[in-house]
């Protein structure tokens, strides 16, 4: 059985930092691309970053771009999100994806419907 976990949710003031993490079990990690998505109140989910694994290669929407860095460590099964330099219109639940894709077609990791397993999610709050 696949499990997607995320941690590190919470409020937090604008400017602030969080690191959200993703423990994964029940797949072959190292063969699976990782996504983050996003979805606030009255908004469709959206794509913020993915972390491939092949090659580890990252992609970010604009609107995160410089701001969030996601890794991967595949010994701990975990993948990351560092988000820095919060915004309020960073406020949603934040849901970890895993898709078993290696394309090099970045846009496919733009598509919730490549995620084959997803997690609870965690809350983010960011003050203003």
């Known amino acids: 059985q696949v499990q997607l976990v995320e941690s590190g949710g919470g409020l937090v003031q604008a400017g602030g930092s969080l690191r959200l993490s993703c423990t994964v079990s029940g797949l072959t990690f190292s063969s699976t691309s990782m996504g983050w998505f996003r979805q606030a109140p009255g908004r469709e989910r959206e794509f913020v970053a993915v972390?491939?694994?092949?090659?580890?290669?990252?992609y970010y929407a604009d609107s995160v771009k410089g701001r969030f860095t996601a890794s991967r460590d595949n010994a701990k099964n975990t993948v990351y999100l560092q988000m820095n330099s919060l915004k309020p219109e960073d406020t949603a639940v934040y849901y970890c994806a895993a898709t078993s894709m290696s394309t090099g077609l970045r846009g496919l990791y733009y598509d919730a419907g490549s995620y084959n397993s997803w997690g609870q999610g965690t809350q983010v709050t960011v003050s203003s």
């Open positions: 972390v491939r694994s092949t090659g580890g290669y990252t």
